[in-house]
């Protein structure tokens, strides 16, 4: 979060207004009719990532399961596709993920027409997008911005836990690694301090 | 249950996995010598065929790069350094967004490793290869450092840039004894091994405390039966080396630990007929510089290492005056170093075609002060007594002004050392001047209970 992004208000305000089109049923099966690939593709154009264009089947919804999840994709197309973020060219890696990954997590927690009727689930999907794509509201610092999202985003929440999870498990096996017996014995040094 | 508690024996194959039939050989002519001192311990250099690879392009490179930087403009691979520390290592990730200014950085201490070192440790390090280091706890912060077989043989490219710049290459390879390595401790880790990128010429780490040999004068024989192309110690076990009857032709002595004065650095050439490298080495960042007299002070030599000079504030002082030395960078892939202060005092000149390290200090400073009430840096007093061939000594203010000097391995000249502290503090100056024989405990130098001491 070391970039100021835009306004939060301006992006909640997008989300609320999303077109019919993004809230249209994404293709899955024979059943939907938005082919979720093509707008992730065209979004990556807009906002001049490189990459990414072959890793976008996963996109392509197979059956009902997958409507849910593409139907958040689409909103977070929806979201990126404002003029702030045109150009900024963000590491398409980043940015599939927010769609694929993110856009599950979500999905399982609501609906997407209660993420995009309640105002706090507005400001979750915009201080996620932010924050994945490495920006801050505009105003805000990175630690105030960290902070109303951990407090908002349970995702953002399960993710904190688990990263300090990983962290207190690596730096275990960091400890107990230097205290064996073969760390202990060290290894050829031409001088001693 | 975790199978990573498990800890199998380390087998020969683990300590040194390239090895052949003629370091073999070595290895049992080290450990089976009629005159052998008894081993403690076992270790070896735990070298793969890649890593002995790793290890000599990173003596290529140490050899011809240059190491240097414009005074207060910090070199131009520091920023993708400080990046990638907080990409990846969990106590530098705090450091995100990094200020526009080096200088803006915080600063660590030996403290902030002390507390727990595996937060300075980068997630892409491998577990199964580490190693440890320990070192003294003088500062009431003893360390467990983390580090990997590759630095530790890496420690040899920077002693071959120093032994280069008087112009010696090493040459001892396969059936020679390549280094030995002295301590003078009651419990000592001792034990044999072999060097892979010097083709397999010996290494024997020995401790000259009788204790651990069948008959004291054994030490003798066994270090001429060896014949080291080098010798490794500090001044207290190279002062025990002096009192041996031994004859040795080494091509140089390294010394460590510990400041090395002039007076023993003389006795020692002119014992031994070689120069004496009196490396500024530490275990946090392996050998930093080595001394030079004609230079003025201790050359840096490492072209990965950023010195800086700081203030007590963590300001960095103006070019030329005292402060105490932080380092960033380093090749301890398992411990890079950010304006990690080193508790050690020197000024910096870089106005010659190596950066030097001037007037050296192992410790914060201490003020002393003259019957006549003026204040003396500590740095006065090793002037003084650089002439003597001291081991180890320790001088002590009392908070009534009186002053304790305390001198490890007597060297009979008691009465100069008196003669030279009175015409430094004045001759009204109460002084006690205690000889303790030989001691296996590094000292602090300088300590003080007079107010104002610390400066």
Redesign the interface.
Same mark, same amino acid.
């Given at each position: 979060?070391?970039r100021e992004g835009p306004p939060l208000e301006s992006l909640t305000r997008r989300l609320a207004e999303t077109p019919e089109d993004f809230l249209a049923e994404p293709k899955c099966g024979k059943a939907g009719r938005i082919i979720v690939p093509a707008v992730v593709g065209d979004l990556l154009d807009l906002l001049g990532s490189d990459g990414g264009r072959e890793n976008l089947g996963r996109f392509a919804g197979k059956d009902a399961a997958d409507q849910r999840r593409l139907s958040v994709t689409l909103l977070f197309c929806w979201l990126l596709a404002d003029a702030s973020f045109r150009g900024t060219n963000p590491s398409s890696e980043i940015v599939l993920t927010l769609l694929d990954a993110t856009a599950a997590e979500l999905a399982g927690q609501a609906a997407p027409a209660k993420l995009l009727r309640d105002p706090d689930r507005r400001e979750e999907m915009v201080r996620l997008a932010l924050a994945r794509l490495g920006y801050r509201p505009a105003g805000e610092t &990175?630690a105030q911005a960290q902070d109303r999202l951990s407090s908002i985003s349970s995702s953002e929440r399960a993710r904190v836990v688990q990263a300090a999870r990983a *962290?207190e498990e @690596? *730096?275990?096996?960091? @400890? $107990? &690694?230097? &205290? @064996?017996? *073969? &760390? +202990? +014995?060290? *290894?050829?040094?031409?001088?001693? $301090? | 249950m975790d199978t990573r508690m498990i800890d199998p024996e380390q087998t020969d194959e683990d300590r040194y996995p390239t090895l052949s039939v003629e370091g073999r050989r070595m290895l049992e002519f080290l450990r089976e010598h009629p005159h052998a001192p008894i081993f403690r311990n076992e270790s070896g250099n735990r070298l793969s065929a890649g890593d002995i690879e790793r290890v000599r392009a990173f003596e290529q490179e140490t050899r011809t790069a240059q190491v240097g930087w414009k005074p207060g403009v910090p070199p131009e691979w520091i920023w993708s350094f400080v990046e990638k520390c907080v990409a990846e290592v969990p106590w530098y990730r705090r450091y995100d967004p990094l200020p526009a200014a080096f200088e803006d950085l915080p600063v660590i201490s030996r403290a902030d490793l002390s507390r727990d070192v595996a937060q300075f440790v980068p997630d892409t390090v491998s577990v199964e290869r580490l190693v440890n280091y320990r070192t003294s706890g003088t500062t009431g912060h003893p360390l467990l450092l983390a580090s990997d077989p590759v630095v530790s043989a890496s420690y040899l490219a920077f002693h071959k840039r120093a032994l280069r710049r008087l112009g010696i290459e090493l040459q001892y390879g396969r059936g020679l004894v390549g280094v030995v390595l002295l301590g003078w401790q009651r419990k000592c880790f001792t034990y044999v091994s072999v060097t892979p990128t010097m083709d397999e010429s010996g290494l024997a780490k020995l401790n000259l405390h009788p204790d651990d040999w069948r008959a004291p004068e054994d030490r003798a024989s066994y270090l001429e039966a060896l014949a080291p192309e080098v010798i490794a110690g500090d001044p207290l076990s190279f002062s025990v080396l002096l009192d041996l009857n031994v004859g040795l032709q080494p091509r140089a002595l390294f010394s460590t630990s510990m400041a090395l004065l002039p007076g023993l650095r003389e006795r020692l050439e002119s014992r031994f007929g070689c120069p004496v490298l009196d490396f500024y080495s530490m275990n946090e960042a392996g050998p930093i510089a080595v001394a030079d007299p004609s230079a003025g002070g201790h050359v840096l030599l490492q072209h990965r290492l950023y010195v800086e000079i700081l203030d007590p504030e963590g300001k960095p002082v103006r070019p030329g005056e005292r402060g105490e030395v932080t380092l960033t960078g380093g090749f301890n892939f398992c411990l890079p170093l950010v304006r990690y202060r080193t508790g050690d005092q020197a000024s910096l000149d870089l106005s010659g075609r190596e950066p030097v390290l001037v007037g050296l200090q192992g410790r914060p400073p201490v003020r002393f002060r003259t019957k006549a009430g003026e204040w003396l840096n500590n740095i006065e007093v090793t002037h003084v007594l650089g002439k003597f061939a001291i081991a180890q000594y320790a001088l002590y203010q009392a908070a009534d002004g009186a002053l304790q000097m305390k001198i490890c391995g007597p060297r009979g000249d008691i009465t100069e050392i008196r003669k030279a502290l009175l015409a430094l503090f004045g001759p009204e100056q109460a002084l006690e001047i205690v000889t303790t024989g030989w001691v296996d405990e590094k000292w602090i130098q300088y300590t003080s209970d007079l107010p104002g001491a610390q400066p």
């Open positions: 979060m070391d &990175a *962290a @690596r *730096a275990r096996a960091v @400890r $107990e &690694a230097l &205290a @064996r017996k *073969a &760390a +202990e +014995e060290s *290894a050829d040094k031409w001088t001693r $301090e | -």
